[in-house]
Every structure is written in structure tokens, then in C-alpha cells.
């Protein structure tokens, strides 16, 4: 019996059935790929490093590791999936890949100066877009030995476990994490003594504040609207789909799900929580701006 020829469209709509099928679930797939990348991370130890503009204007440190990471992982995902796109901080910051079928935005690592410095709180991020919308995401925190994994609808895992975040109902009983810098500020000390927060933690880098809060080391992360630092996209989006599917959220100081609105460059402040603890450290963050610099 004679084969009928498959046409170029047909053949293109069988790859992408076979796209969603694949990427809608699961990201276990790149477990080895994330395990190749710290190898690499532990092989070297003294990377080399420069500085950079960023693609919002700032100087920023790069180092070898964060441009080999990122080719490591866009070579695999590319094996396995042609037609996807990237979004990634180092080679691909063209907004416009998240308009595919099949987007992965990258960040090789977050924290790069915590990496350049020698200390522990830097991640490698991945999140899965299908069709624009949040659908996977991992986060690998090699100095922790800790990987934070998530499809859309099944939950965050931690090391293969189930991820739990807090139930502690008020902020007198929460542990907050805090960027380093916004806490040893002298113009916000009256915020944070007023506060009243069980404990305030450092947590350097922007991954490393959602960590704590997915492992639940600490009760939520905050990050107030004062001299605000630029977010962007690579930075939040695994972070903010972990969180969500364990059953947290990501928003503005205005109560915005950042992730659901998902701007490419955000400048303001946010915070990282149970919804038990959602309203009052809202209210809380509001009431910083009188102590700005």
C-alpha cells in the first residue's frame, strides 16, 4: 500500500502537538543538564568575570559560568525541542520570543555577584512558557543543593518532596526575608523596628528570597518600594510559577500579580508569601515610603 506524503504544515502541527505533550507536564528532563552545570559551576572556582550593560541600562558583573550555563542549557533544549524560543538575560533579551508556542526563559544564574564573590545564594532559573502562559519552571540553587520544580496545576516539589509553605497567620510571628542592603539601610531602621516581625533574614539576590520562603525556612519575602531595583522577567519567572503552585504569590506593592501581568522589566517593590500573610505585609510595605532615601 502506497504511503501518502505528509505535507510541511502537517508535519509542523504533529512537532508542536507533540511540543505541548512534552513540555506541559514535566521539566525532568533536564535534570542532567542542571546536574552538567554544577559540575561545571564546582570545576571552577575562580571564574572570570566582567562587567556589562545590562539591557536596562545598569552595570552589571558577567562571568564565564553565566554564558556557559546558558549555551549548556539552550543546546539541550534545542536538541530536544527545535522550535522553541528563549528569553534569556545573556544572548537572547528579545522580549518578543514569548509570543512562540514555546518559550524558555532563562536567567543562568541568578546572583551573579554572590557567585563571583564565593557565597552560596545564586540559582540557576528556567521557566517553560506554552502559548504565553506560565507552564513549568525549575530553580537549582547548587551551593544549597536544593531544586525547586513545578508544572502548572501539580504542585512545587523541593529535592522530589512536596513543597510547603508556611502557615503562620501574622507578620509578629513571621520570619521575613529582606534584601541585605534594604536592611542595613540607616533611613529604613524605624520601618524595620516598627515592623515587628519575629525575625527579619538577609537574603542577597533575588531567587535566593524565594528559596527560603519555598523551603520553608522562612514565612515570606519582602522587598519595599524604596530605591527599588529593576526586575526582570528572567529574574522572576521561574520563582513566581514556583510559588504559585505551591500556593503563594508574587505582587506588587499594589497587590498586582505580577505574575499573571508578567511586565518584562518591573520597578517597584513586592512581596513573596502565603495569602495568610498577603494583606498585612502589604499594608506594611505601603506605609515604607515615608522612610525613603
Known sequence: ??????????????????????????????????DRCRELI????????WTKSSTYGAVEVVTEIDLAIERLLIDAISARLPSATFLSEESHPDPAALASDTCFVIDPIDGT???????????????????????AAVLDL?????????????????????AKLSRVQRVTEARVAVSATQLDSVHLRPFWISMGAAELRRAPAFAAKFAVVLAGECDAALYLPVRPHRTAIWDYAAAALLLREAGGG??????????????????G????????????????????SRYGE
Not at 42 to 49: D, E
Not at 113 to 135: K, M, T
Not at 273 to 284: C, I, K, Q, V
Request: aromatic share 8%; charged share 25%; proline share 7%.
Open 113 to 135: 555577584e554572590e557567585f563571583a564573590a564565593g557565597r552560596p545564594n545564586y540559582a540557576i532559573s528556567i521557566a517553560l512558557f506554552d502559548r504565553g502562559r506560565p507552564a
Open 142 to 162: 547548587p551551593a544549597h543543593d536544593q531544586r525547586f520544580e513545578c508544572s502548572a496545576g501539580a504542585g512545587t516539589r523541593l529535592n522530589g518532596a512536596k
Open 42 to 49: 564546582a570545576s571552577h572556582t575562580a571564574p572570570k568575570r
Open 269 to 288: 517593590g513586592w512581596i513573596a508569601s502565603p495569602p495568610a500573610l498577603r494583606d498585612e505585609l502589604l499594608a506594611l510595605a505601603r506605609r515604607s
Open 1 to 34: 500500500m502506497a504511503r501518502c506524503a505528509r505535507s510541511p504544515n502537517s508535519s509542523r502541527r504533529i512537532e508542536q502537538r507533540a511540543v505541548r505533550v512534552s513540555t506541559s507536564v514535566e521539566l525532568d528532563w533536564l535534570r542532567p543538564e542542571l
Open 250 to 267: 508574587f505582587v506588587s506593592i499594589d497587590g498586582a500579580d505580577l505574575l499573571r501581568e508578567r511586565p518584562f522589566l518591573y520597578t
